[in-house]
T-cell receptor
Framework: AQSVTQPDIHITVSEGASLELRCNYS??????LFWYVQSPGQGLQLLLK??????LVQGIKGFEAEFKRSQSSFNLRKPSVHWSDAAEYFC????????????FGTGTQLKVEL | DTAVSQTPKYLVTQMGNDKSIKCEQN?????MYWYKQDSKKFLKIMFS???????INETVPNRFSPKSPDKAHLNLHINSLELGDSAVYFC????????????FGDGTRLSIL
């Protein structure tokens, strides 16, 4: 069965520091991978997606992610974190079976220290 | 201008009541979804509709009944509400292809007293 693991429940970084959020997936075929961000009281906003081509994908707000098939990973990175990046981050895999559903990881809560 | 809008944003009600949540998208997408986010922030698909046809029903109790009058609307009706139904419910939409991102509404926070 498809699954997504985000090993870090909470991460705290200082403003200006670099960030890497981990995501590992289990999926039989080539995965469709997404990162979403959820600010408090808000819905989910798409940061970036991968489904083929260049394994390093650029997203909004200065985020990027790298797909590594050998490690079944799709880690999210940002070179310099801003206080406004504090939020919940979700990795998700899209299914090619009927319905196009997303299976989400459990999320990583990012706190930014000023 | 809101792409996916849900109403109401907050819903507080008592056990045993029946309630509905409405969702509308103006993105021209052909697929709509309902997700449930529990108190630990875990998101799980409940239903998916493509062009008004039910595609996914993820072992949700039959007290939950989605209705799609047209492809721009997907409403969720819940009968005989239980304490365990307390959660945030998100509507989303996309074009019907797994590589197309889903666009989410702001959620409806349902609290059962």
């Amino acid at each position: 069965a498809q699954s997504v693991t985000q090993p870090d429940i909470h991460i705290t970084v200082s403003e200006g520091a670099s960030l890497e959020l981990r995501c590992n997936y289990s999926y039989g075929a080539t995965p469709y991978l997404f990162w979403y961000v959820q600010s408090p009281g808000q819905g989910l906003q798409l940061l970036l997606k991968y489904f083929s081509g260049d394994t390093l994908v650029q997203g909004i707000k200065g985020f990027e992610a790298e797909f590594k098939r050998s490690q079944s990973s799709f880690n999210l990175r940002k070179p310099s974190v801003h206080w406004s990046d504090a939020a919940e981050y979700f990795c998700a895999v899209g299914h090619t079976g009927g319905g196009n559903k997303l299976t989400f990881g459990t999320g990583t809560q990012l706190k930014v220290e000023l | 201008d809101t792409a996916v809008s849900q109403t109401p944003k907050y819903l507080v009600t008592q056990m045993g009541n029946d309630k509905s949540i409405k969702c509308e998208q103006n993105l021209g997408h052909d697929t709509m979804y309902w997700y449930k986010q529990d108190s630990k922030k875990f998101l799980k698909i409940m239903f998916s509709y493509n062009n008004k046809e039910l595609i996914i029903n993820e072992t949700v109790p039959n007290r939950f009944s989605p209705k799609s009058p047209d492809k721009a609307h997907l409403n969720l009706h819940i009968n005989s509400l239980e304490l365990g139904d307390s959660a945030v419910y998100f509507c989303a939409s996309s074009q019907g292809s797994p590589n197309q991102p889903q666009h989410f509404g702001d959620g409806t926070r349902l609290s059962i007293l």
